[in-house]
């Protein structure tokens, strides 16, 4: 699904027209983004929790040259699902059984 996937299936569930749906998942990445680059975790309820992780720099290698070279220091991102969302994910699996 993209973004305007997203943006039809919320105007048809919720009523509303597809400029506001818009307009909410924008305002919704933004609060996500900010979150996270003030280094807090963002907890979406029935999907999981995003969180920022330090990653340390490492030695690297150009895979064309074979050169090595340093990884510098960096911000990455986990998610943790939630047992809902996994449930529902594994839920087809169980009933076939």
Request: glycine residues 6%.
């Amino acid at each position: 699904m993209n973004k305007q996937d997203v943006v039809k299936e919320i105007s048809l569930r919720m009523g509303m027209n597809q400029q506001e749906c818009c307009r909410f998942l924008d305002c919704f990445s933004d609060i996500v983004i900010e979150s996270l680059q003030r280094n807090t975790s963002v907890k979406i309820p029935n999907l999981g929790r995003l969180y920022p992780r330090l990653q340390t720099s490492r030695p690297g290698r150009n895979p064309r040259t074979g050169e090595s070279c340093p990884v510098p220091e960096r911000m990455g991102l986990k998610f943790k699902p939630s047992l809902i969302l996994l449930r529902a994910l594994n839920q087809k699996e169980q009933e076939d059984k």
